[in-house]
């Protein structure tokens, strides 16, 4: 399998900026050989480029816009763990993906967004065609009533290094 910084290449994608913290924290720590993230939200250039609970009624962001913003977070992610390690190409393996998702509650059962695992995916899914096997990960996708700043989704990564 390539390097990690060839396959984004060959997928026509790079690494963002690391956003800056909106609150007291920093974006990632590194303890031994493993990096934990923040929560990183879909950043593009400083802005969401959506905002609102995820969900399949008129005026939500639907799943499949959403599942798009899980990529563009965990992209943000990969990008705070690798400046923590000096490079996408030091990261061994992904150990763990936590994602959040801002779903609709509209009071009915067949209202209510339960389709978190479709949405996370976004980022699963794109981890596995950076890191091939090395990307296969343990994962959570969590529905919340809101998240920083109305983001729709908001990913945690927890990474394996190199010596």
Do not use: C, W
């Not at 799943?63 to 400046?83: F, M, Q, S, T, W």
């Not at 967004?113 to 899914?125: D, K, M, R, W, Y």
């Amino acid at each position: 399998m390539a390097m990690p910084s060839q396959r984004l290449a060959e997928l026509n994608l790079k690494l963002p900026s690391v956003a800056p913290p909106v609150a007291a924290y920093v974006p990632a720590v590194r303890d031994g050989g493993l990096v934990y993230t923040s929560g990183q939200l879909p950043f593009v250039d400083g802005q969401l480029p959506q905002l609102g609970l995820v969900g399949v009624r008129g005026g939500d962001v639907s799943p499949d816009e959403a599942k798009g913003l899980a990529r563009i977070a965990v992209l943000n992610a990969l990008a705070a763990a690798a400046a923590v390690v000096g490079g996408i190409d030091n990261i061994e393996r992904v150990v763990k993906l936590t994602g959040f998702v801002a779903s609709a509650d509209h009071g009915s059962t067949d209202e209510r967004f339960t389709g978190q695992p479709g949405v996370i995916n976004g980022a699963s899914e794109l981890l596995g065609e950076i890191f091939g096997e090395a990307g296969q990960h343990a994962r959570s996708a969590v529905g919340v009533a809101a998240l920083p700043l109305d983001a729709p989704v908001e990913i945690e990564l927890i990474v394996r290094v190199r010596d």
